[in-house]
């Protein structure tokens, strides 16, 4: 085959193959609120849908919570070491949690692990009381730090991400899908966290507890896949993620809020991803 017959080819291959991409992507728009694709090096944006609607973070405010708590063991008095004694009122979260009993004792780099692999809202709650001294002045730390990183778009109003109990005047995160890019970007910076996003299986409380990451399906069913993490409930948010992916030595995050199911939200990462990686 001459030279530029093969490059023409090659070209109609490469279209061909990443128009069937977009055109998975542009149906699939229906099936969730928001989503991005941005390299992670550059923050150059691949791909965009709504990516300032304002939507409900649900889980996914706990990156936020994990940045803070690992700053606060940088420049602050405590550190992954420190032990935390189980108030009363970190043992009665609910929604996914690690069940933590009053008077239980646990280190923060224990805590850490059950927030980023096993998304447990106690857990995090126990961080910012350890952290911050109470569940406000925590909350003030990570919209600083959203300010800081320019998430123009977000307020954090918990820890967890759990619904807020109108009756008691709660207020509700609010986050966009660009700023939850902002936010993953950030958190790659920190390799504790990014380590702890890409563990599949885990256990806490002396091996008496199985954490199995939340994201699990995306690690273990999408092309290099390394983390990051997920969030979910029916009041609002439905199925959302924050996904991260290496190939060739690139590394993209990909959002996707309030998919319909856990299969949608999978299937339009990883479709995300695949145009992504061939527009890089």
């Known amino acids: 085959m001459k030279p530029f017959s093969l490059f ?153 991400g759990l619904p807020p109990n109108r009756r008691k005047g709660q207020k509700e995160n609010s986050t966009t899908a660009y700023d939850l890019a902002l936010l993953a970007r950030h958190v790659l910076q920190f390799p504790l966290i990014s380590q702890l996003g890409s563990i599949r299986l885990d256990s806490f409380r002396n091996g008496t507890f199985q954490l199995l990451n939340t994201n699990h399906r995306f690690l273990s069913r999408v092309d290099g896949a390394n983390g990051l993490k997920t969030g979910y409930h029916p009041r609002g948010a439905g199925f959302s993620i924050v996904g991260t992916a290496t190939r060739n030595k690139t590394k993209l995050i990909a959002v996707v809020l309030g998919a319909k199911n856990s299969r949608d939200r999978l299937s339009a990462a990883s479709h995300l991803l695949d145009y992504g990686f061939a527009q890089k």
């Open 8 to 160: 023409i080819s090659v070209f109609f291959i490469f279209f061909y193959q990443n128009t069937a991409v977009a055109a998975k992507i542009d149906a699939q728009n229906k099936k969730f609120k928001s989503a991005v694709v941005m390299n992670a090096s550059s923050g150059k944006l691949l791909y965009s849908y709504n990516p300032h609607k304002e939507v409900i973070p649900a889980s996914l405010v706990k990156m936020m919570t994990a940045v803070i708590t690992i700053l606060r063991t940088r420049t602050g008095p405590i550190s992954l070491n420190d032990e935390y004694k189980v108030s009363a009122a970190a043992s009665n979260i609910g929604g996914h949690q690690v069940y933590l009993k009053q008077g239980e004792v646990f280190t923060v780099k224990e805590l850490l692990k059950a927030v980023v692999i096993g998304s447990a809202n106690d857990a995090a709650f126990a961080l910012a009381e350890h952290v911050a001294g109470s569940q406000a002045e925590f909350i003030k730390l990570m919209n600083q730090r959203a300010a800081l990183i320019k998430m123009e778009n977000t307020t954090f109003a918990n820890t967890h």
